[in-house]
């Protein structure tokens, strides 16, 4: 079968190449794979991995062949799952427990785009629960975390802000109260702060924090370092800074209900995504874009099936 193969000093990150079919364990089902989507973290580990090191984690497609032991959805099922690796391919061996089946009105491309975006934005969120009448400020709002982010804590009741770096980026952002162009332009203070740019923004987050607040950092886009004093919170007494990795922040088993709720959300219209869809084989033209803040939403791939199965 063919998959996405990583080569590193190559004439593109990543290549499609042909690779041996998926052994699934006992626990693990086969899944044809229609889509998949590409994450800002992942092109990092690009550079960083291996040659012939196989990525990939946001997957949706059709089981091929239910888990041996019985576990997970059966043969036929559509279904979203998230993978450790391994997963842009045109089959894919995927634990039972981390994937939940579709609803019929939500497409593989959609689908695709929740894993990793959408369990950061669903589970950065419940750090601030309750949400209900909180005011909440989402960095990096136009990007794959922030508009799923904004939506669903509009969705849970809250008074959401949302930064972008321009008002084109902000087009697509749906569900805030107030689209600023710069966290330097958000007014008053918040509940909860979603913290991704690192730098100057983090700074700026711990400003605008009200007593016992809690910014959550969950990344670095910036890549720039951020000074912490003390007394900068002098004004925010008790507030929290709340680092969070979506992938160990809840119990293995949460991952497959967790995956259900964002496509019911989706399927019910009130989690609308912005999406950039393309062949999987124009990985090479789109990364770069995704990388210069030209993606509006998720960058997502589609998987042609071929003749044979795949
Ligand atoms: N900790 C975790 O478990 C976890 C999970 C998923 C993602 N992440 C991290 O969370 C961040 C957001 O992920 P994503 O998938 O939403 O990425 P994305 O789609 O690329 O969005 C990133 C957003 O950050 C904003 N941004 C602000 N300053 C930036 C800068 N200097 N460089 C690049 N972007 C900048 C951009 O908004 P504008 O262009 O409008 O300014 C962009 O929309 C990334 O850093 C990612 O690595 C962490």
């Keep these: 079968m063919l998959a996405v193969v990583n080569t590193p000093g190559g004439a593109a990150p990543v290549a499609i190449s042909e690779v041996p079919e998926p052994e699934p364990k006992a626990n693990e089902a086969l899944v044809a794979v229609h889509a998949f989507s590409l994450n800002r973290g992942e092109m990092r580990l690009f550079q960083v991995r291996h040659a012939g090191w196989r990525p990939g984690q946001d997957i949706a497609g059709v089981v091929v062949r239910q888990a041996?032991?019985?576990?997970g959805p059966a043969a036929g099922t559509r279904v979203v799952c998230l993978t450790d690796w391994e997963g842009w391919a045109e089959r894919a061996a995927v634990p039972s427990h981390r994937m939940a089946p579709l609803p019929d009105d939500v497409s593989f491309a959609q689908?695709?785009?929740?894993p990793v975006a959408g369990l950061t934005a669903l589970r950065t969120l419940r750090h601030g629960a309750p949400l209900l009448g909180?005011?909440?400020l989402v960095t990096g709002a136009a990007g794959g975390v922030g508009h799923m982010a904004v939506q669903i804590a509009a969705r849970s009741g809250a008074h959401v802000t949302a930064v972008v770096g321009s008002a084109e980026r902000g087009r697509h952002v749906r569900g805030a109260e107030a689209i600023v162009e710069g966290i330097d332009k958000a007014e008053g203070r918040f509940g909860l702060i979603l913290e991704?740019?690192?730098g100057a923004s983090l700074a700026a987050a711990i400003a605008r924090i009200e007593t016992k607040g809690t910014i959550v950092i969950f990344g670095n886009s910036s890549g720039e370092p951020t000074s912490i004093n003390f007394r900068d919170f002098a004004e925010?007494?008790?507030a929290r800074v709340q680092s969070f990795s979506y992938f160990t922040s809840e119990a293995e088993e949460r991952f497959a209900p967790d995956l259900a709720l964002l496509a019911s959300l989706v399927g019910e219209g009130?989690?609308?995504l912005a999406?950039?869809?393309s062949s999987w084989r124009d990985m090479a033209r789109i990364g770069p874009q995704l990388r210069d803040r030209h993606i509006a939403g998720k960058a997502v791939f589609r998987v042609e099936q071929r003749e044979n199965g795949g």
């Design 68 to 71: 041996a032991d019985g576990s």
């Design 111 to 114: 689908a695709a785009s929740l």
């Design 134 to 136: 909180k005011r909440v």
């Design 196 to 198: 991704a740019a690192g």
């Design 236 to 238: 925010h007494p008790n």
């Design 270 to 272: 009130s989690l609308k």
């Design 275 to 277: 999406l950039v869809e």
